[in-house]
Structures are given as structure tokens and as C-alpha cells.
């Protein structure tokens, strides 16, 4: 009899299968919630509103009677017949195959679309003129002397004394865990290691020790967490590193230096769409670390994506480098965010400590630290820090306007001297969300839109080539609303004109008038897509937050929109909107366009350059002290400027003369 | 059923019980090693060799079959017809009951015994002129803003201004784990608080925030981990925290400060009695995780001790403070000693870094880091270093020998401008190994000898009072042996004199003669209790090669005895030891007596004051620094010397003209 039992799994009371996918998953409680359950199996079904039945997106068809409730007003009665419930609200009793029809499904593909999309090094360099190529995370070999009697100083010493022979460091302390393993690898190599440093503030820290190699290997990996999507890359950091001499002669973007890269939906999307939501969830039992564990486990597949697709082992990786909104940083630390929602808006800190990365459950060698980006407040993250980071607004004379369009849109105003911020709700029209066909920029979204103005019927293109259209994403809406503002199908208020001939045009069910964009029998969802006014209306006040947010921090420091010198659109929503329509709405400033930049990601990128220096790590520090947030929950300029601006494309028909032009062409 | 299966803790195939405290434990593997039985029981068992049946200390007498094994040349031919047997060489087969006989058990009470023998105040203001009162990890009461529309910036920044808006510290950080309690503690609290800071080198870090209490207590624990046993206080850090004010309004010994303490052999001391065989045990298999837990459990039953009798909680305590030699150092830490023991005789590190007790397997809270005092080299540890902190050695112009004797010696030499330093292995004569009747300084054991010049009729005391006595510890060993010399019943060569009128002095079973201090009807293990030449010989070299050490480290910078001004005698063993006596053996030089000054325990005494100032942190490192390290293992003057040294007193009768002189006299 050995000392210990072996203790078998035990079986589950009965099994669930989810299709389409075929995934199995054993139950052990009746009555458990249906989503629960998905969760638990790793399969995605969307849902906003945290659980709660109330936004309908959970939408599933049931086979067989083990269940009860999922009932709900958000479902068309023949659905109900055919077998659908909402997952959110449906409570298993045995054995049932659940089917997740293609508009519940989180679809991934569309980030391959984005692949290509990545500012280069020479607009970068105009960006972002100087910073010095110096990791934070770096790695040297050594050839240690070996002890005698009349050198036998210990270990630890002995590898110090030999850092300092090489490097001008002054201070040089180590982990414990280095300690530990010090006196075996030294002696295994042969007194010959690779060494890894970090540069602190105060000094340098070794935190691993490896048998030597002459090709140092030593990768970093940038992370953005956005609401919705996650993206990392894995950074060759000696591709900086090798080439310290000068900065001309590397390639400042890092981009050759991205040797791997994945993108993932943010697995606690399932728990809800917005900060907001996923902020009530946290607060719910142990929600806070139900959601902790899900960015983590998003994280962990990307990793692996990462590195089965390279020749790079885990242990090579030395530095992770996080850049997220206020409330994806506390929730991916564990810290609650608690404080975030509740009046004056506290987050817990600015700048957070480095963590160890396996503390926090990701699948990484025990050495290697986290660094999250120092914040602003609340709602203005560490995102928008790196943003301002990598896009050099704190380096120019320009006055600049930096827009991250998103669920929430944060906008930062200012130059080298000053920086001003805000963060306004934009609801998640722009995400497809609360629009009646609306989706995200996934497959079969339809992005693309003219309208021919003499018989109203549409040209559309939808995301993937073979794909029928299967819903609007936010750009798409964008285009949609332009056209037909422009041929006169909506007036300035975003109302129908009822007396156009065309049958695209009619009364919807729900009262109210719709544009029918693709008839059932072309579409991927065997319905009609349309827009109604409720839709127009949702992205009215969208993109008229986003405005009267830029107006008001212009209002604050006394400019207008003419005194931008450009304006730069980062964000992953913002690359794919069409610049002239957006102005055509209202949503940018009419301006020359030729002071627009779109720089994509620029969250990520900042993580990226912090991963490469050192010094750009006290630099998001600066920038973060540096931004002065300007609250609008109870703004009352703020206020009256988003009535205002709630309006095709405004009230102030002097602030887009060009575009008021346009539609009264048009309508005559 | 539930999702979880409670597994019931499997029962043992049998039973081992220990007498005479009636312990049992269920064995689960045939032919297990009855001294690890023991180990795993928490039975402690003397056992010098590590358990290989070489030193024959761990004798029991065993009841029952069911075992194997466990007969030894070391045994007598009677004590094995009556079941007695060598633990380490016994495999269990079944039940059976162990007797454990007085002289296999350890005893802990002689601990009590110390507990007064503390150095006063103002003997140590005389030691220690000077030092600044300012604890490493101190605590603070504040009382936050509450944060408010104007005033919102983020918790941990709310925390850090206040704390400097009440101190002059210029950096603050916070650990990972304050970040993530501070959201709640303060609002609970209603923003009072009391935050625990400890002061590091580049600036001071957060390391626990608490709901805030008018009068903070908060404590120290200063550790000394010996070899043989291992000592703790608990030290009110307030009580020179509050006294900052200056020097002399406090108590600068940190006496009045120790409001608990408690002393138990080291549980390491049953896998051998010296470093080096513990350094032997640590490389077998999981040899040197059993050697660390076994400290951290002595530890433990320590701390829980303390706390026991104490009105403190451990949340109380905020910092641990740890001298010990280099080998315990690096057991406790559980880095390995291995190249300790091997040419070029090279530990891990000098300083090691701040390590959570927690992560050490220690009982403690979280927040509680610990601090273990810096080496010199592979024998002169962290508890020299500690030592010579606390006699102010360092600081002073008067030329110092410190000695701390045990079965290493390590001895110090110098003043403020220079310390050299050694170590030499004594063997465990001091502490009654390699004694025929040799044993600690426990209950029964023989510590003060006069003999009767005429009759040679010994006049014995034992520690304690109701005890017959047991055996001869190491500073009854000096007394015997010195008045043996005196009395002419032994000559300088450490040989009896055959010629004398006493049945006391007869020759022994194992050839050779012998002295019987006690006879068998007196003594408490009822066989006579005798001193032989080998006993002799094995002091001789003892005390040869601390006299020797001491002789080779005066060389090494041109002095003399004549030229020392000061003797500090160290630790555990040297308090007992009669210094006139030590002298006439050779033990101690032959100087001005005034020149001696006994001080205990000073490692335990230097770990108080660092536990009182982060400056003594700093003053440590320097000291060790300071300290060269004269390695004796191939050193030939240090042979010669001990060739010299191993005589009664010494074969240079000019540095003992007086102990020659009394010899002399005696003679005649």
C-alpha cells in the first residue's frame, strides 16, 4: 500500500454537448445556468449584459426537454417554438444538445483582417522623434572567473563583480529565486551564464540565470487588453538591443522586431460587453476573480498561439508589457474595481507595482514581471498613456487631438507642455451594439455602403468574400447614416423621409420607419438587415458624445477646432471609419483632412516601444502625471454641447459648411 | 452529490509508539527507518552523525518484534540482551513501543537557565557608543482626506501623500499586496489607518495598510539559529520608537523592549551535530529540504510559544531579524551549503536578499519579511557579523579579540580601522561529543568540579538541583581537566599519573587510564561516570585550535596578546566557562583578567538592535565588508601553532608563567 490514494475524477450527473462545434461537458449540479455551463466547457456565447437576460445577444436553440426557463420578450414567439431560449436564463436538469446560432457566436476571424495594419518605422519616426534603445529586461553572457583559494568570494558576489567588469551598473541586487539556483548553474556551465537584468529605478536587479549561450536569445511580450479584444506580440528585444549605437540605424517602429502576434475577444466579454457591466459583475460573489481568470486565460491562448507558432521557448521571454483602460488593468491584477463606477471615481492606484507574471496565473517561467501602464483616472487608462506614448504628442509643438473611439471614447488635446484628457460614454452603437442587425467587424458584417441617390437602392460589401451579410458593424453605420443623409432618404434629425418611392423604405414592425439594406433572401440570416430610427438615433448620440467631448476639452483650454494642428484616430474601431463620412455624420471635426492620422493600435505599439526602453517606462509615468482629466459625468457645458451635437452632423451648422453644402445640393 | 469528494485520510498499516511522552504515529511502509519514524513523529532523538550509525547516540530500548536491524559495536553486549538498539539502524516491520533512555533525549530546560544572563545597559552603552534609533519596518497612524469631486485622485496616491505630507520621505512604493487590500481597508476604516513602511535602501515601501489604531503596536522578532540551539525575541519596536527624540532618554540595549522570548534546540541537531555533517545529510536526496523545514518547525514552535504567552497577535509583528552562521544561513534559506564544504570552501552569497517569512514555511503573515545578517565567508557567518555589531567592536580604537566558542571557533580580531577573522573547527568537545561521558548542558550534567589535592576526592555540582548527575558537559570538561593539572593528577601531556593513592584514577576498559568523577551508586545512569586520556586528548585539541586560531590571526598583523586590550567571550558555551580555569588549561591567553568581558548570546543581541535601526542594516554590510577572512585549512604557521597549542597549557611557557608557576607549586 503506498502513503498516498490515488482520487479518481469523479463523473458528472449527466453530459451537455454545445454545437456546432461537438464540445462535451460533464454537469454535477441540476439546475446549473446555461451559460454558466458554457463557460465552464470554454465555449463562447455572446452576452452584454452580464447574465441578466435584459440585452437578448445569448440567444441559443435547445434539443430535448432537461431544462427549464429561458423564456424571454427578447425572443420572436416562432423562435420560442422552434426551441429557442436564451442561455443567460435557462436552468438545466439533464442531458440536452444546445445549438449556438451564428449570431450568438464570437468569431475571431476578423483579426487576420487586421494583421497587416501597423504604422511604418518612418511614420513612427516622424511621430515620435527620439527615445534611446535601452530594455528594461535585458540579457548578458559572462564568462566568470573561476574561484581559487585566494578568490573565494561567494557566488552571488562573484557574478556581480563580473556584471560590473562588463557594464557601468553601480547597484546590482538579486531575486531570491537567483540565489537559489545560482551556485548549481554556474558550476554546470562551467562558470560560463546568461544573465537577466531588470533596470529599476534605483538599480539593477538580476532576476534569472541560465547556462551561457553566445547567442543571447531574449524576447519581450507587448500586450494591449482592450474591452472587447486582446492583442500581443512576442518582441525580439535584441533587435534593439544589438544595434544600440544610434538611433538611426534601427529600425525605430520595432516592427522587424515582432516575430510572433495574436489577437483573441477578451474571454470576459461572455460576462458582459462594456467596462461597466463587467464592473457589476466583478462585485457579484466572486465575480472579481471569475473575470480575473478569464483575461488570464485569454492571455494564456495567446501566448501559446504565440510561441507554437516560433522557435521561441517560454523561458526566452524576460518582460511583459501591459497597456489597458483603467478598469481591464485592476481587473487583470485582481484589484477590484469597485470604485472605478462609484462617485468621485477612484481608481485604487496610478501606477501599480511590477508583478511577478505567474502570480497572476499566466502560464510564464517564474522570473519574468509584469508592467502595467500608470493610468489617469477612472475612465482615461493606461491604453491612452501608451497611445500618447507612441504617437510622440508629448514630444511636439503641434497641438494635437487624439481620439480612441471605442464603447467609451477617450480623448486627449494638447502638446509638449500640456495635456488635457477626457473620457465620454459612446454606448456600443460603434460596436454594433443596441442596433437592431448591428455586430461586431467580424465575418458578413457589412462595412461598406453607397447608396444611388436617384433610386435609393444600396451597393454593400461585407467583411470576407464568400460570406453572406449577416448584420452592420460600427463603420458600416457610419457609411449607411452618411449615404443617406446625403441622398436625402434622413433629414438632419435622422428621421425618414416617408415619401420617397422605394420600397426600401417602409414602416418597421416596432413603429417607426427602416431602410431595408439586404432582403431576406440575400441575407446570412434568412431575415431582412435593416436600419430604423431607433438605430440612427443610438449612433446620433454615439458620435455626438465623442463630439461635444472634443468641443468641450477645447472649451477648456480656450481653442477651437481650428487652432488643431492634426488629429490622430487610434483604436482598432477607428482604422477601418471612412474619414469623410465620419465627417459627414458629425462625428470628426470638419478640418483638413490631410491633418488626420490613423495609427491603428496605439496602445499596443506603446507597449511595445516601453518593452525596448527603459526610459520610455519613466516616460509613460510623465505622461500620465502630465494629463490633466477633465470629468463630464456632471458637466454642464458638456451637456449642452452633446444636445447640440446630437443633430446631422450639428446644430452649428458654421463648424461643417462643407457638409451642409453637400446635403443641400443633394436635396434639390 | 456534490462536485467535490472529501477523501478520508487513509488509516496506517500499524503503529509505533514513544515513551516515556506516549507519542504515537500510524506507519504506512514496511521496513521504514525507525529515526525517521521518530523525526516524522515529532520525537526528538539525540543523533550526532546523521544516522549512520557511527556516533551510537541514538540509543532506545525497543518492546516487541517487529523490527529489524539495529545492533551495533557501539552497544554493550548486555544492553542489547535488554532490547536496546540504534535507532538509525533499526527498520520497523510492525508495532512495536520505544523507549527512549535519558541520555538519547533531548533536553530543553537548561534554556530556562539563561534566561537573566542579559547584558545591562549601560555595559552596553559602554560597548556601543553610538547608534541611531530608527526601525528597518516601522509603523504609522494617518488619517486620509476622504476623497471627493475636486479631490479624486486614485487610493494608493491618496496614501502616499498623506504619509508624506506627515514625513520627509522623498520615495514611496507599495507592494503588490497592499494594492490589493487598500480599496477596502481605508473606506472601512473611514480612512484612518496604520500603515506599515519598511525603509529600504533607495526609499521606503508599504508593506501593510490596517484599519488605524491611536496606539500602534508593533514588534520585531530577533532570531540567533545556532547549530545546536536556536533563541528568538519579541521586541517592542515602540519602545525606542516613541524615544527617538535621542540616545539617552532610551534604552539602548533594547532590554526593557523584549517582551517575549523562548530558546529550543535546533531539530536539525537529529541529522547531525555539527555543519559539517549537516552539509553531508542536505546532499542526499531530500536531504536539504528536511534540514530547512526541520529549523523552520523549530522555528515555528518558537514563535507560537512567544505569541502563546504573549497579549500579541502575529499581525502585530512586522519584521524578522535572523543571525546565524553561514551553513544555517543558507539551510534556513534553503540554498544549498554544498560548495560550503568544498575547496575553495565558497558560499552562495554574502548578503542575501529581504525574504518573505511566509514563503520560508514560517507561520508569520504575508506583509513580514525577513532579514538574515550578512557572512564573512564559509565559517565566519552571519552571527560573527551580528557579534561583532553588538560589542561595538567596529567603532572602537582599543584592539579587540572576540571569541565565540562552540564546535566551530570563530574569532575576531581588530578595532575601527581594520577586523580580521577566522574560524576553526574545535570538534564537539566543548558541547560533550567525542566525550566518553560527555553531554550538553542539560539537567544532570556535571558543570562544576573541584578536586581535593590530597586525597584526589572530587567535589562535583550538576545543573539542576534535584538531578543526579548524568554525564559532563564542556564547561565541567575545562574544570575537570584543569584541576587535574593542578592537582598533578594528570601531567602536561594530558597522561595520568599511574603512581597515585586513589582508586579514583585506574585504567580503563578500552586501555588507557581514567578518572571516575562519580560512581555508579551516585550517578544518575548507573554506571560510573569517568574522564579518560582520549577525553583529555580530545579537549586538548579543542582548546588547541581556538588558542592556535587565535595565535595564527595575531600573526597575521604583527601582534602579540601583550597587545590586546579587550577579550570578548561569546555565545552560548563561553558564558559558563570559568575563565581562570580556561586559562590554566590554555584555553584563553594568559592576560589581565579585567580585560575579559563576557556577553552572552551577542548574535542574538545584534539582531535586537538591527530589528531597532535600519542604520545597524547598513553598519552590518560594512562590517562584513571590513572583515578579512584568514583561512586556516592549509595554513602552516596555524599547524605549528596547534602542534604548540596541544599541551597543558602550552609548550611556550612564557606566554602561562603564571599557570606554570601554580603547577609548579603543586608539584612540590
New interface residues.
Given amino acids: 500500500?503506498?502513503?498516498f490514494?490515488v482520487?479518481q475524477k469523479?463523473e458528472g450527473?449527466f453530459k451537455i454537448k454545445f454545437l456546432p462545434n461537438n464540445v462535451e461537458i460533464d454537469v454535477?449540479?441540476d439546475g446549473e445556468n446555461l451559460l454558466k455551463i458554457a463557460m465552464a466547457a470554454g465555449v463562447h456565447i455572446n452576452a452584454s449584459c452580464g447574465g441578466i437576460g435584459s440585452c437578448g445577444k445569448c440567444k441559443v436553440k435547445i434539443k430535448g426537454d432537461n431544462y427549464i426557463g429561458g423564456k424571454s420578450p427578447k425572443l420572436e414567439k416562432e423562435e420560442i417554438e422552434e426551441g429557442f431560449r436564451l442561455a443567460c436564463l435557462t436552468k438545466v436538469k439533464g442531458p440536452i444538445e444546445v445549438d449556438i446560432p451564428k449570431e450568438s457566436q464570437i468569431d475571431s476571424s476578423v483579426f487576420q483582417l487586421d494583421k497587416d495594419f501597423l504604422l511604418s518605422s518612418s511614420k513612427i519616426k516622424h511621430l515620435l522623434p527620439s527615445f534611446s534603445l535601452n530594455p528594461t529586461v535585458f540579457k548578458i553572457y559572462l564568462e566568470l572567473d573561476k574561484?581559487?583559494?585566494d578568490?573565494?568570494?561567494?557566488?552571488?558576489?562573484?557574478l556581480i563583480r563580473a556584471i560590473k567588469k562588463k557594464h557601468k551598473f553601480e547597484?546590482i541586487?538579486?531575486?531570491?529565486d537567483v540565489?537559489?539556483k545560482?551556485?548549481?548553474i554556474i558550476?554546470e556551465s562551467d562558470w560560463k551564464v546568461n544573465v537577466t537584468l531588470v533596470a529599476l529605478?534605483?538599480?539593477y536587479k538580476i532576476i534569472d540565470v541560465d547556462p551561457g549561450t553566445i547567442n543571447i536569445r531574449n524576447y519581450a511580450l507587448a500586450v494591449d487588453i482592450g474591452t472587447t479584444s486582446v492583442s500581443a506580440q512576442l518582441i525580439d528585444l535584441n533587435k534593439c538591443f544589438l544595434n544600440y549605437t544610434g538611433i538611426d540605424e534601427v529600425d525605430i517602429s520595432g516592427h522587424e522586431s515582432v516575430v510572433g502576434e495574436h489577437s483573441l475577444y477578451n474571454a470576459q466579454v461572455s460576462y458582459g460587453e462594456d467596462v461597466i457591466t463587467r464592473i457589476v459583475f466583478s462585485l457579484k460573489g466572486d465575480g472579481l476573480k471569475t473575470l480575473q481568470q478569464a483575461i488570464v486565460k485569454t492571455l494564456n491562448e495567446i501566448i501559446e498561439n504565440i510561441i507554437n507558432k516560433s522557435n521561441i521557448s517560454k523561458d526566452e521571454i524576460s518582460f511583459m508589457v501591459v497597456a489597458a483602460n483603467t478598469t481591464m488593468t485592476q481587473l487583470f491584477?485582481?484589484?477590484?474595481p469597485?470604485?472605478i463606477r462609484e462617485?468621485?471615481?477612484?481608481?485604487?492606484?496610478?501606477?501599480?507595482?511590477l508583478?511577478h507574471a505567474h502570480?497572476l496565473g499566466l502560464n510564464l517561467p517564474n522570473h519574468i514581471y509584469t508592467y502595467t501602464f500608470p493610468?489617469v483616472?477612472?475612465y482615461v487608462g493606461g491604453d491612452i498613456v501608451s497611445g500618447v506614448l507612441a504617437t510622440g504628442i508629448y514630444q511636439q509643438r503641434e497641438i494635437t487631438l487624439f481620439m480612441d473611439i471605442g464603447t467609451n471614447g477617450e480623448i486627449v488635446l494638447g502638446n509638449q507642455d500640456w495635456l488635457v484628457c477626457t473620457s465620454c460614454s459612446a454606448g456600443p452603437a460603434f460596436e454594433g451594439g443596441g442596433i437592431k442587425n448591428g455586430m461586431r467587424a467580424s465575418l458578413g458584417a457589412i462595412d461598406h455602403v453607397k447608396i444611388n441617390p436617384t433610386n435609393f437602392e444600396p451597393m454593400i460589401m461585407a467583411i470576407g468574400d464568400d460570406s453572406k451579410p449577416i448584420g452592420i458593424c460600427g463603420s458600416g453605420l457610419i457609411e449607411i447614416i452618411s449615404e443617406m443623409l446625403i441622398t436625402g432618404i434622413i433629414n438632419q434629425n435622422g428621421k425618414f423621409n416617408r415619401d420617397l418611392n422605394t420600397p426600401r423604405v417602409r414602416e418597421g414592425d416596432e413603429g417607426g420607419y427602416e431602410y431595408v439594406l439586404v432582403w431576406a433572401k440575400d441575407s446570412g440570416i434568412g431575415t431582412d438587415i435593416v436600419i430604423n430610427e431607433a438605430d440612427i438615433d443610438n449612433l446620433m448620440r454615439a458620435k455626438g458624445a465623442i463630439f461635444a467631448g472634443c468641443k468641450t476639452l477645447l472649451d477648456s483650454v480656450g481653442m477651437t477646432f481650428k487652432d488643431l494642428q492634426r488629429v490622430i484616430i487610434a483604436g482598432g474601431f477607428g482604422k477601418f471609419i471612412n474619414l469623410e463620412r465620419a465627417v459627414e455624420i458629425g462625428l470628426f471635426p470638419e478640418i483638413d483632412f490631410n491633418k488626420f492620422i490613423y495609427v491603428g493600435n496605439s496602445s499596443l505599439l506603446g507597449s511595445r516601444l516601453v518593452s525596448f526602453s527603459k526610459d520610455l517606462m519613466r516616460t509613460a509615468e510623465n505622461i500620465s502625471n502630465m494629463m490633466t482629466n477633465i470629468?463630464l459625468a456632471?458637466n454642464v457645458n458638456f451637456m449642452s454641447e452633446f444636445i447640440a451635437a446630437t443633430f446631422l452632423p450639428h446644430t452649428d451648422i458654421n463648424l461643417f459648411p462643407n457638409t451642409i453644402k453637400k446635403i443641400s445640393s443633394i436635396k434639390k
Wanted: avoid cysteine.
Fill in positions: 500500500m503506498s502513503t490514494q482520487v469523479p450527473k454535477f449540479k574561484p581559487n583559494k578568490d573565494n568570494i561567494n557566488d552571488l558576489d562573484r547597484k541586487t538579486a531575486t531570491f540565489v537559489l545560482l551556485p548549481y558550476r529605478e534605483e538599480n491584477l485582481g484589484v477590484s469597485k470604485y462617485a468621485p471615481y477612484v481608481p485604487t492606484a496610478k501606477t501599480f507595482p508583478v502570480l493610468t483616472s477612472s470629468e456632471d
